[in-house]
């Protein structure tokens, strides 16, 4: 398919009169949503990690370089989404060899993790979520050092050393504290206060750090500075690491706390055994381009493809935008009762992958959409087995969408060779396990939470997703490259939990097949359906469509965060023509993010 047929050309036609945004009040100064030009560009969160990774693009570093500099950046100025604590999902576009790559990053379990780890044996139920979040025994061996090593090895063209040292630099000079940084450390202050090293370094006074005052880690930047002379061996079987365990295991609770911060089972050895992994994207055909994502154990690549896959399916006009989000949210609902049965750690668990992907998978499930009456939710998976029926009932029983923590971080970067980057850092909660390692700066993170923590009841369908050794929990998050004829077209992702999928296939579907111009299509209203009764939405969202909806079946409600009423916090990028780059970050939501390029165009 040409181009102008793949991507409808921006004012040819309109969903809505959504408009590219402008930047919000009260954001960063200096902060811009849109950035045009040439020699690269970049959109994450924060206005310190661009620029981080425009110095790195104009020293004459490639996109991967930029982006593992931004992403240490984060690491200081968004300590509560991004840390090396953490992990995180990568996409890459090579431009040299015109193919796609992944990295995985994801937190592993300790191998003394079983199924029932998080089950209280006095009651046989799951412990509180809110005690395993809190705790030891939720935190996974982290990932970010060694996807970081790995990226680096096979994709960029400087040391991390090297590109640590402008996170170094913020870390010392410290940056301003925003209403966002100010509100992330609010919301956690009562936990954190139970601590000691994060009360230490993220209340200082006894209080968040006040909007306006600079913030300073320098227990993050010695952090770094070892790291660049050591190495990622420092982390993985270095004393780093045993530093690490050791707060997993003993964590460095306020004697006079009364909060039950339970100890983790990690040990040294977990550290050492920890590898990134390099499986291959996975890809799905929409309208003529080529989607890339990322395959399992994130669940991001498999729910976007199959969801497209079933979108492709119906003829979506721009002019009829209702009906257009009424299949959106349908195709969703289906492929995320599918996600729940079978997406999990592939090395632990058979994912059919293929099958979910497939186009006959796809017919089958499109046959239950109805044109003007949405399915009661939630819906009963699939069989994705390749034996295909041109319309099967469902199969069986309906499950409840787990809890997904909703905050990670998402940034994109491309250089003037025409590399592209999209990658997912995070912590999982904001704020983590609330847990920093003492005199290290950085806090650790809650992943092992995303893992299902009560058992299925006996005769229950198998769960793909409960805890176990050296095991990956199931993650949402969806770094995405878009292709046309080969060639890198648009880059997008966000953080927001089990949103995360919903929020850039809705994206997609704005600028594919709405019409609407990439700023645009971010900054336009959202909704997310995950398989629940209701469809959670932002309240312009409601505002503008939930009539016509609402009297096709759909019940919105007002999406409760958090932050309540905001689904995401998208950076895009999109090829215009060969050299020219547009970045885009939100310009609102959770204070705007921070567009730059190398060049900007006139």
């Not at 047929?5 to 040819?12: D, E, K, R, S, V």
């Not at 994060?198 to 227990?219: C, I, K, M, W």
């Not at 019409?515 to 505002?543: H, K, S």
Request: proline fraction near 10%; charge should be neutral; glycine fraction near 12%.
């Amino acid at each position: 398919m040409v181009l102008s047929a793949a991507l409808i050309a921006p004012g040819q036609a309109s969903a809505a009169p959504v408009t590219s945004p402008q930047p919000a009040g009260g954001a960063q100064p200096g902060k811009h949503a849109v950035a045009t030009g040439y020699g690269g560009a970049v959109a994450t969160v924060d206005l310190d990690a661009s620029r981080t990774a425009i110095e790195v693009l104009r020293k004459g570093g490639n996109a991967m370089d930029a982006a593992v500099a931004a992403g240490a950046t984060l690491g200081v100025t968004e300590p509560f989404v991004a840390a090396i604590g953490g992990g995180g999902y990568m996409t890459y576009y090579d431009a040299r060899r015109r193919k796609v790559y992944t990295v995985d990053g994801r937190e592993t379990a300790p191998r003394a993790m079983r199924e029932d780890s998080f089950v209280d044996p006095a009651t046989g139920k799951a412990i509180p979520f809110e005690e395993a979040v809190t705790s030891g025994l939720g935190v996974g061996v982290p990932g970010t050092l060694a996807q970081w090593d790995t990226a680096l090895r096979r994709f960029g063209t400087r040391d991390l050393g090297t590109l640590l040292q402008p996170a170094i630099r913020v870390a010392e000079r410290g940056f301003v504290v925003d209403q966002e940084f100010y509100d992330q450390t609010a919301v956690n202050q009562a936990r954190f206060n139970d601590i000691v090293p994060t009360r230490e370094l993220f209340l200082p006074g006894g209080a968040p750090p006040a909007v306006g005052s600079v913030f300073r880690n320098p227990d993050l930047a010695r952090t770094y500075r070892e790291l660049a002379r050591k190495g990622p061996g420092w982390m993985y079987g270095g004393g780093l690491g045993r530093e690490v365990a050791r707060t997993v295991r003993t964590p460095p609770v306020d004697p006079k706390a009364t909060r039950n911060v339970r100890p983790g089972l990690m040990e040294d050895g977990d550290l050492g055994a920890y590898r990134s992994r390099t499986p291959e994207p996975t890809r799905v055909s929409y309208r003529g381009l080529d989607v890339y994502g990322m395959p399992p154990s994130s669940s991001g690549g498999s729910t976007i493809g199959e969801a497209l896959n079933i979108l492709g399916e119906f003829p979506l006009d721009a002019k009829d935008p209702v009906a257009a989000l009424h299949h959106y949210l349908e195709a969703s609902k289906l492929a995320y009762a599918d996600r729940g049965r079978y997406v999990g750690d592939p090395d632990k668990v058979d994912v059919p992958l293929r099958e979910l992907l497939s186009k006959g998978f796809a017919r089958e499930r499109a046959c239950l959409i109805k044109p003007d009456e949405a399915a009661q939710a939630p819906v009963p998976p699939g069989s994705p087995d390749g034996d295909y029926a041109p319309c099967a009932p469902q199969a069986g029983r309906a499950g409840a969408l787990p809890y997904e923590g909703p905050q990670t971080t998402h940034l994109v970067v491309a250089d003037k060779w025409g590399n592209v980057v999209a990658y997912n850092v995070t912590i999982e909660q904001f704020g983590g396990s609330g847990i920093t390692v003492p005199g290290r700066g950085f806090i650790l993170n809650n992943e092992l939470t995303d893992f299902t923590l009560q058992p299925p009841a006996p005769g229950a369908a198998p769960d793909p997703n409960l805890p176990g050794p050296g095991k990956r929990p199931r993650s949402s998050m969806a770094p995405t490259l878009v292709l046309e004829d080969g060639r890198p077209r648009l880059a997008v992702g966000t953080p927001g939990g089990s949103t995360i999928i919903t929020t850039v296939l809705q994206i997609l579907l704005n600028r594919i097949d709405l019409g609407m111009d990439l700023p645009a299509a971010l900054a336009a209203p959202r909704a997310t359906q995950r398989n629940t009764p209701q469809v959670f939405a932002e309240q312009e969202f409601i505002d503008r469509y939930g009539t016509a909806l609402a009297a096709r079946g759909h019940r919105l409600e007002l999406f409760p965060g958090p932050p309540r009423g905001t689904i995401g916090a998208a950076t895009a990028l999109e090829f215009l023509r060969p050299g020219l780059v547009q970045a885009v970050a939100e310009p609102r939501r959770r204070g705007g993010g921070s567009a730059l390029v190398v060049r900007p165009s006139r």
